[in-house]
């Protein structure tokens, strides 16, 4: 982490370090040592996923080759959908351990 904060933070970028788990709770003692690391569990992913997939597959539903029409109103139909932009730094910044993703998503 140390490294990519080195590399890419002087260009504007913002790191942040996650470590992906199927543990729903971290010993005390452990919670020190993480540092601004976070810890994203695995039913968190899985949901982030599922989510996408949908307004994929929501999207494909209303696509049209030739119509580009069609894929701009399937694109504002989804918008209200998405997160806003930088949910995901938003949501790793969260001063807690374990990080459900979908936590800034619009519902």
């Known amino acids: 982490m140390n490294r990519a904060i080195a590399e890419y933070q002087q ?5 942040c370090g996650t470590i992906l ?3 729903e709770a971290i010993d005390p003692s452990a919670k020190s040592s993480l540092g601004s ?3 994203v569990s695995k039913s968190a992913i899985q949901s982030l996923w599922d989510r996408v997939r949908l307004l994929f597959s929501l999207y494909r539903d209303s696509w049209s080759l030739d119509d ?4 701009l109103v399937a694109a504002a139909a989804l918008r209200p959908q998405c997160p806003p932009a930088g949910w995901l730094v938003t ?10 993703v979908l936590s800034y ?3």
């Open 105 to 107: 998503w619009p519902q």
């Open 21 to 23: 788990t199927h543990l």
């Open 68 to 71: 580009v029409s069609a894929r």
């Open 37 to 39: 690391l976070r810890l």
């Open 91 to 100: 949501t790793l910044q969260q001063d807690t351990v374990i990080i459900g």
């Open 11 to 15: 260009l504007g970028c913002t790191v």
